[in-house]
């Protein structure tokens, strides 16, 4: 979707807490990145998430989303204001922005990379090789915001909240998954629980199983989410692409950033394959307040997630230059602390060198 | 629920796979640690599984529904078969079986203790202390069943589900809890994913947070269902009391039987506190098919749901001496493979001694 060859419009949405932090050092790599590339990336700010909501009362406006629409690309860091504030009671930042840009922006695949690099410090006592990606439906299941609740607060509360699946919506991310199997090892899970959630799964299920006969090639497996959780933290190696919905995939990213040595360093892609929208990149970290404005938050997640941008823009050979000096740096890390900024310049002086 | 004093009516489903040969473990335990105490066992063993299904054609009629209410307790192997039999197409064992059980006997309280016991091998490199419990909703939430599709099998369809939360389900179970954490560490940490499906963990918040208030002495705690897995494999030592409802306990607690050495070692009870029908303890794992009849099948997690059985019934000594007896086998085990019968063996000779 670069329109103007040579230039990159990208919305740059730093957000609350760490947020601005960890996006000053994935732009300070973007740059390093792009140097000699004859791209250039003409950059707009936005300023959007709790601050912006307690300041104005606005959390994602119309205007907000037609001008970000008019981008190339976006890069967000993390939004969410200090947990437990009563002034943000009533506002749901997740919904009302993070989820709010998703799906008006059709994007349909949350593509998370899971890669142990060697170095890293995990939980698991013998992780092995782990290298997969969970893509994850971002446009549908239990993430519709269809519930509601009556009698609310009384005794006699009810609360249901709809799960809704189509066709339409499984078949397009179920396909990206086959594709992105076909040019890594040839496998793909689907997670799911379609034991119990009959129709919710079993849509899942059928659609699975008719892509797969268009690529043979591809070995296809079948775990429901909460045996996956077993093998993530037993056998992790065994995966290579993970298609699920977008609540299992929430959760089993969460768990496989863990095993693979902290969100710290998970970055993901919010992509609309079609090109219809501007797709986002983001840490799969929140806006983690507490130590905000302190630089101890590692802005790793940030700069590989700018990798997948630069690989989602088409720019293969500055992603991968992207990836490398991070596997460097990490390689390279030591015991001491350094500060979000001294982790961000090694990384981007790797990129001059 | 001990109708006639002395007589314990207890209901046996071995079920399929490995059910029978584990379930035979758990009886030999359960004879060995009663055998002085007064009370007598009369079993009614019934036939439901798969391999009844393949017989008759019944997952589990009103009659087989009727006989289990008139016993004290219920006595599970594991049930399901063969994955991918052409002849179970179309049978759903896990709803029609194992999930009516529990709404049809208001198994509201799914109770999956976990705990590491010194000497088991287990992937995390520094667990800590592993010592909590889930207290899983069982009769609603996402598990109702209350789903359906349109234009199924076409690219049109649509395929709904819905998760179904009322004050009175959420409110028993999170008083079993609290009730539960005044027993042990005094802590409650709700999992839910509130920032997401509003409704549904809008109820949880707001019953966990009224509970709360008449527990000035229970600390309670939030955590999002994706941030719960994080901490299961990285401080797992941090939980006391988990309340959750049925998808996300049913995922969290097979991830917790993985960090504790394995779902081999993970009991189960599916409650109805109130007595109005008996209550079901199950081993967590399935009937993995794959190694049935071969003897390899670790009895372990059903003998420690006897425990749970035992101590359900009001028999805490006796419920103690098998978790004791449990503990010792397993701080003995060598690298050496035993069969079924001789695990169970071993632990109910430790009884009898
Ligand atoms: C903040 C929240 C709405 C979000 C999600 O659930 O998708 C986050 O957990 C994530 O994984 O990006
Ligand atoms: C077999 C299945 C229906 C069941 C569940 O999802 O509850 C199982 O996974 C469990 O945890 O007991």
Redesign the interface.
Known sequence: RVQDPGVVKLAVIPGDGIGPEVIAEAEKVLDAATADSGIRFEKTRFSLGAARFLDTGDTLTDSDLDAIKEHDAILLGAVGGVPGDPRLKDA?I??GLL?KLRFELDHYVNLRPSKLYPGVP?????PGDIDFVVVREGTEG??V?N???I??????????????????GV?RVVRYAFDLAERRSKKVTLVH?T??????G??WK?IVDAVSAEHPEVAVDYLH???A??FL??NPGRFDVIVTDN?FG??L???A???TG??GLAASGNINPDGAFPSMFEPVHGSAPDIAGQQKADPTAAILSTALLLDHLGLRTESEAVTRAVEADIADRGTAARTTAQIGDSIAARLQA
Do not use: C, M
Not at 122 to 126: D, S, T, V
Not at 151 to 159: F, I, L
Not at 195 to 200: D, G, I, P, S, Y
């Open positions: 749901n997740e919904r989820l995990g939980p698991l006592a013998e239990p993430y915001g519930g509601g609740s009698r609310r607060g009384t005794p006699h509360e009810v609360a249901n909240e709809t799960s809704v699946n189509t066709a339409f078949e629980k034991n119990v959630l009959v129709h919710a079993g849509i059928r989410v909460d045996a959780t077993i933290v037993t609540l929430d959760i990213t969460d768990l950033g863990a095993v902290g969100i």
